[in-house]
C-alpha cells in the first residue's frame, strides 16, 4: 500500500478488502466448492465491495 503511514482506517479496509479477494481467487482452485458456497462467498464479497467502491473491479476481477 503506497500510503500505509498516512492512510486513514477505510483505505486501510479497503486495501483489506482487495487483498482478501485476491487472495480468496488465487486459492480457488485449491478448494472444492458447492454452489451454495460461492453463493455466500459472492455475497460475501459483493458486501465488501459495496462498502468499499469496489463493485466495478470486483465485477471484472470475477469474484462477484
Not at 488465487?26 to 455475497?43: A, K, P, R, T, V
Amino acid at each position: 500500500m503506497s500510503c500505509f503511514y498516512k492512510c486513514n482506517r477505510y483505505q486501510i479496509k479497503k486495501y483489506e478488502a482487495r487483498q482478501e479477494a485476491i487472495d480468496w481467487q488465487s486459492d480457488f482452485e485449491n478448494n472444492n466448492y458447492s454452489y451454495y458456497d460461492l453463493m455466500i462467498w459472492g455475497d460475501y464479497f459483493r458486501k465488501k465491495a459495496k462498502r468499499y467502491g469496489l463493485l466495478k473491479e470486483f465485477k471484472e476481477n470475477g469474484i462477484i
